[in-house]
T-cell receptor, first 110, second 113 residues
Framework: EADIYQTPRYLVIGTGKKITLECSQT?????MYWYQQDPGMELHLIHY???????EKGDLSSESTVSRIRTEHFPLTLESARPSHTSQYLC?????????FGEGSWLTVV | KQEVTQIPAALSVPEGENLVLNCSFT??????LQWFRQDPGKGLTSLLL?????REQTSGRLNASLDKSSGRSTLYIAASQPGDSATYLC????????????FGGGTRLMVKP
């Protein structure tokens, strides 16, 4: 069982609110990722990090931002949430060619 | 741009049947291919990882094959059980030791008792 945790698991917020989705892993992995999955659609990579102070944008353009101040922590922030941000956000970390996913954060913006 | 397609999108079978899930990808320059399982409200669990130099991998009742030249992979599930009901995702790994994943849309499997 992988030790990667996401909070909150489920969240409903109003338009214009700022939200931070937390992701933590206790495995000491340098590489971490955020994937987004719109309802009924494929997962897409939106952000990744190779280590502390390293962040890159993924294949899918996203209005969210990320930070990597500590190895174990990779939070994702939406400064002003909109209904189009309604989605599932999955955090992952990897070591070698093994990738571990968290259980996801389901965000609904009303 | 890499595109991954999974067929069928949904499948319902009676318990005990052997079944095959299909995955195709457009660019054969992949690092690896993985099959994941996703249960409702849960994250992804890796089932099988096939390196680009390999042809197949097996784990219990699951067998995955890879034909990189034709851009195809199959996941074979033997003697299906109701507990196998889930969404199965195929993902091809590109850079970063294959951890930059491009996913297919998944196959939703229902195994009826």
């Amino acid at each position: 069982e992988a030790d990667i945790y996401q909070t909150p698991r489920y969240l409903v917020i109003g338009t214009g609110k700022k939200i931070t989705l937390e992701c933590s892993q206790t495995m000491g992995h340098d590489k971490m990722y955020w994937y987004q999955q719109d309802p009924g659609m494929e997962l897409h990579l939106i952000h990744y990090s190779y280590g502390v102070n390293s962040t890159e944008k993924g294949d899918l353009s996203s209005e969210s931002t990320v930070s990597r101040i500590r190895t174990e922590h990779f939070p994702l922030t939406l400064e002003s949430a909109r209904p189009s941000h309604t989605s599932q956000y999955l955090c992952a970390s990897s070591f070698g060619n093994t990738i571990y996913f968290g259980e996801g954060s389901w965000l609904t913006v009303v | 741009k890499q595109e991954v397609t999974q067929i069928p999108a949904a499948l319902s079978v009676p318990e005990g049947e052997n079944l095959v899930l299909n995955c195709s990808f457009t660019d054969s320059a992949i690092y690896n291919l993985q099959w994941f399982r996703q249960d409702p409200g849960k994250g992804l669990t890796s089932l099988l990882l096939i390196q680009s130099s390999q042809r197949e991998q097996t784990s219990g009742r699951l067998n995955a094959s890879l034909d990189k030249s034709s851009g195809r992979s199959t996941l074979y599930i033997a003697a299906s059980q109701p507990g196998d009901s889930a969404t199965y995702l195929c993902a091809v790994g590109l850079g970063d030791a294959g951890n930059m994943l491009t996913f297919g849309g998944g196959t939703r499997l229902m195994v009826k008792p």
